[in-house]
């Protein structure tokens, strides 16, 4: 059984910044690759940022140039550091892993970007 524990979302002001983390319960190198997705009201839940066993990295257009995801491997964890938010990045954001196909999830945490 995989658990993934997201943290560190929470209520900020346009241009603010946050740093999200999500602590795996095994080594994260037993994942193909780990990132983060985000679902606003409404909408479908879309991948943010992604980074893969090897290290190579994925984002979406929407965080090119403010978000950065990246590890570390002694505790089991991926960041996601968010800078210059927007309002329109308010979402619940997960932490996913794959592994051999299969998708695991955390439980989500509430970012709102709000003045």
């Known amino acids: 059984q995989v658990q993934l524990v997201e943290s560190g979302g929470g209520l900020v002001q346009p241009g603010g910044s946050l740093r999200l983390s999500c602590a795996a319960s095994r080594s994260i190198f037993s994942f193909d690759g780990m990132g983060w997705y985000r679902q606003a009201p409404g909408k479908q839940r879309e991948m943010v940022a992604y980074?893969?066993?090897?290290?190579?990295?994925n984002y979406a257009d929407s965080g090119k140039g403010r978000f950065t995801i990246s590890r570390d491997n002694a505790k089991n964890t991926v960041y996601l550091q968010m800078n210059t938010l927007k309002p329109e990045d308010t979402a619940v954001y997960y932490c996913?892993?794959?592994?051999?196909?299969?998708?695991?999830w955390g439980q989500g945490t509430q970012v709102t970007v709000s003045s």
């Open positions: 980074i893969i066993n090897g290290g190579s990295t």
């Open positions: 996913n892993a794959r592994n051999w196909g299969a998708n695991f």
